[in-house]
């Protein structure tokens, strides 16, 4: 069973491919014209042995916003259409693991009933030439299209560049276990069944 497919959004601010292969062996080609985004798109890829490529070109001369944003819209949908009907899926993914003198939870639920908590809290706003606090929209964006149940929070640590790179390394471990083929589950494992496009769910975060 293939679980791959390519995914393409153009709107005036951006226009974005994306290709997804859900049982990779972590190959990654990105290219966003940020190079910290790229870099954490590339460990996503890494980590959960994704096989991703990213063609990404927007109005960075305005901000970084429409571009992480839509990248984030698109990788969801992407992950949704690879998923397909979600049989033989897991759903259920946590992960907790330390970076430098930060730690990063995620908890996650690919239920089709997508939410966002996202409870970080940045020392500062940018990494490099990247602004961090984007994080959490690109993660809306991506929980929202992909139909996940999403939940990050900060547990300890103050060192922004090891608790962006915890946010995307736990999201990705936390995915690895649910997205996982599994011949003993009969039929999807879904909490709904979305008949509408995924893109189409409304999301919601938490208020700070």
Known sequence: MERETTVARKTRETEITIQLRL????????????????????????????DLQVRAKGDL????????????IVLGQALSRA????????????????MADACVAVDLDLSNRPYLVYR????RDWVADFDAALVEDF??????NGGIDLHVERSYGHN???????DRTRV?????????????????????????PVSAIAGAVEPK
């Open 61 to 72: 001369q305005v901000d970084q916003h429409h571009t992480v944003e839509d990248v984030g």
């Open 120 to 123: 970080v809290e940045l020392a």
């Open 23 to 50: 049982d990779g062996s972590g190959e990654a080609q990105i290219e966003t014209g940020m190079p910290f985004f790229d870099h954490l798109l590339d460990s996503f890829a890494r980590h959960g042995l994704f």
């Open 172 to 196: 990705v471990l936390s995915l690895i276990k649910p997205v996982a083929y599994s011949t003993n589950i009969d039929g999807n494992n879904f909490t709904v069944t979305v008949e509408a």
């Open 83 to 98: 998923i397909g009907d979600g049989a033989g899926l897991r759903r259920f993914g946590s992960a907790r693991i330390p």
């Open 139 to 144: 993660l809306y964006a991506f929980s929202s």
């Open 160 to 166: 922004v560049t090891a608790i962006e790179a915890e």
